[in-house]
């Protein structure tokens, strides 16, 4: 049987993470993208003279151009500029935006039926340039976050409870920005609700740290932002669809009605199998946070106002 092919555009810190996870856990074929001369193909080559060693079969390219990612069945997308201390997301949308309506002209020209996973920053208004620009159906445009931030505040209690981050399962809904909205109410250690087991004073302090995640590698980072958590979010998106498992996992989807929302991209629940994004799951909310998930998709519907009518590609 054929394996799927999986095209990783940019192959920075994110892109070549992505490579490594995907081909050493054998979901496919993995074809790296770059616009820097050499680069992917050193990368490509270093990845796969490390199969003899860790075993596996997977087959890594590098390139600089589109020609090997024809056909690709998933095309994950993080090329752009990652943000550095003292920006916001937002302040890399002109920029990236260029970047990916330029790279997503060509996956719509090379590989028609791809699932593009997105992981560019500020990621909801990404989502919406792939869209526009490949014209694929919103099954077939998801973007990577919400599974990145859950893992995070999943971290941020195992650390506090002192137990296994296995035990631990968290909702955070929203935009992947300041006003995501982690929801204690469904979080559960070993199925019991956070609010039975941490005082308020410690699950608000969980809550913001979560939502300033990001920032909190950046600082630490200095010269660019987090990778290897944001690699582990794509390869569960990879494995989901790959083995169609059909887990419900968190990611950007384009809202047609659901949680009362049109036409914008924010972070919920969905189903991920074969044929992409398969369904949102709705899970019941207080008015308090549905108002919180609200104003978070109010504030991408914000940026996404500010994108061009055309992307000129
Ligand atoms: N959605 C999420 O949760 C996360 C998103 N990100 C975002 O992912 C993006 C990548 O981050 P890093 O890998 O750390 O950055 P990086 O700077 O290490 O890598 C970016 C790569 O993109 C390449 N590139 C630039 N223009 C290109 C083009 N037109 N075609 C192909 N490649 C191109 C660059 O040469 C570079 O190698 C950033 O926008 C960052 O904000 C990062 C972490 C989490
Ligand atoms: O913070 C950033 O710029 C990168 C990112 O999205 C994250 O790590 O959550």
Redesign the pocket.
């Known amino acids: 049987m054929k394996k799927p092919k999986i095209t990783v555009?940019?192959?920075?810190?994110?892109?070549?993470?992505t490579a490594m996870r995907l081909a050493e856990s054998g979901l496919g074929d993995v074809v790296l993208?770059?616009?820097?001369e050499g680069?992917?193909q050193g990368k490509a080559l270093d990845l796969y003279q490390a199969a003899p060693v860790v075993h596996h079969d997977s087959i890594l390219v590098g390139t600089?151009d589109y020609g090997p990612t024809e056909g690709s069945d998933i095309v994950v997308m993080?090329?752009?500029?990652?943000?550095k201390p003292g920006m916001s997301?937002d302040d890399?949308q002109d920029a990236?935006a260029k970047?990916v309506a330029?790279?997503m002209s060509r996956v719509a020209k090379t590989s028609r039926d791809a699932i593009v996973i997105?992981?560019?920053?500020?990621?909801d208004v990404?989502c919406e340039v792939a869209r526009r620009v490949t014209g694929f159906p919103r099954e077939r445009v998801i973007?990577?976050?919400g599974i990145?931030?859950t893992a995070r505040m999943r971290a941020f209690i195992a650390m506090e409870m002192g137990v296994s981050t296995e035990s631990v399962f968290a909702i955070v809904l929203g935009g992947?920005g300041d006003s995501m909205v982690p929801l204690p109410r469904y979080t559960t250690v070993s199925g019991v609700p956070l609010p039975e087991l941490l005082p308020k004073e410690k699950i608000d302090a969980i809550v913001q740290r979560t939502a300033q995640g990001?920032g909190e590698i950046v600082k630490l980072l200095k010269t660019?932002?987090?990778?290897y958590?944001?690699a582990a979010?794509v390869w569960e998106m990879v494995d989901s669809i790959v083995r169609d498992r059909k887990k419900i996992l968190p990611c950007s989807v384009y809202l047609q009605g659901e949680f009362g929302l049109k036409d914008v991209w924010v972070g919920v629940p969905c189903k991920l199998g074969a044929s992409g994004m398969e369904g949102v799951f709705e899970l019941k909310l207080t008015q308090e946070e549905l108002a919180l998930l609200h104003k978070s998709a109010a504030d991408v519907k914000n940026q996404m106002n500010k994108l061009p009518a055309d992307f000129g590609v």
């Open positions: 555009i940019g192959a920075g810190n994110v892109g070549s993470t993208v770059d616009v820097v680069m992917p600089n993080t090329a752009g500029l990652a943000r997301r890399l990236n970047i330029e790279c997105m992981v560019t920053n500020p990621l990404m973007g990577m976050a990145l931030d992947h990001g660019g932002s987090a990778y958590a944001p979010g």
